[in-house]
């Protein structure tokens, strides 16, 4: 699947925030990219406000329209509070519980970690970064990859990150989902509630 590769700068720059981790650039020029990147703001309208709220999102996840909308439309199916049940989904993806983990610095390695068949599910080798977990699932770094430079780094690095959601067993390098986490428990900065008007007009 195809999926953004251009510079992190400007994406970070066009939401005024570290959308794609974070950006030194950010700090240096806090403005929108672009010619008229410093020239007075307009006033978006309510419709540009929705989309924008649905593309940093985007951004922030890594997927592209088709499969946002796929798991906007499997949120809105089932029981609960549509935004918040479209955020546990995107929370229990398989790439972004890697980084979560701690395992990647990034979605984006985490992702690569996935497609390269380093990362285990209940025991079974999963190369698919959109797989969605089910409380109760045990994610590990598979046997021979465990010695890998880029995932033993990120762990030194990442390891204190703690989540409710997650349980983490250093000395067996796996991991496990506890429940679907709250909206108060993830951190991302998106507001959900536009995403849902975007979609239901």
Not at 12 to 26: C, Y
Not at 67 to 94: C, H, I, M
Request: hydrophobic share 35%.
């Amino acid at each position: 699947m195809a999926r953004y590769i251009g510079p992190k700068a400007r994406i970070s720059r066009k939401f005024g925030e570290p959308v794609l981790g974070e950006n030194k650039a950010l700090q240096k020029k806090n403005y929108a990219p672009g010619q008229h990147g410093k020239g007075r703001k307009r006033k978006q309208s309510e419709y540009a406000t929705q989309l924008a709220e649905k593309q940093k999102a985007k951004y922030i996840y890594g997927i592209l329209e088709r499969q946002f909308a796929g798991v906007f439309d499997k949120a809105s199916r089932k029981k609960g509070v549509t935004g918040e049940v479209l955020l546990q989904l995107l929370e229990a993806r398989l790439d972004n519980t890697v980084y979560r983990l701690g395992v990647a610095p990034t979605r984006r390695a985490a992702r690569q970690l996935v497609v390269h068949k380093h990362i285990t599910v209940n025991g079974d080798v999963v190369n698919i970064p959109s797989f969605t977990l089910r409380p109760g699932d045990v994610v590990g770094v598979r046997e021979k990859s465990k010695s890998l430079e880029a995932i033993t780094k990120s762990l030194s690095i990442q390891g204190a990150k703690k989540y409710n959601w997650l349980e983490w067993d250093g000395s067996e390098m796996h991991g496990k989902l506890i429940n679907l986490p709250p909206r108060e428990d993830i951190p991302e900065n998106i507001n959900e509630q536009l995403i849902v008007e975007l979609y239901s007009k």
